[in-house]
């Protein structure tokens, strides 16, 4: 929530923006694209299966020469 609050006053302030020629034009509540909801939702997701992906793979030990 706070990273969306600082998104929307970014984008009120000029700081960035979205070409409209690369987003589906749904804009959302804040003034923010949906796609931009859509990272923050994708990505905290991704992160955290990646993690448990890495923390269930057993690590293998070299046999020392």
Do not use: C, K, N
Not at 18 to 30: C, H, K, N, S, Y
């Amino acid at each position: 929530l706070l990273y969306l609050i600082w998104d929307a006053y970014a984008i009120s302030r000029h700081h960035w923006r979205f070409d409209r020629a690369q987003i589906t034009g749904i804009i959302g509540p804040l003034h923010i694209p949906l796609e931009e909801y859509l990272f923050f939702l994708i990505v905290p997701i991704a992160i955290m299966l990646a993690f448990s992906i890495v923390t269930l793979v057993p690590i293998r030990e070299e046999a020392a020469l």
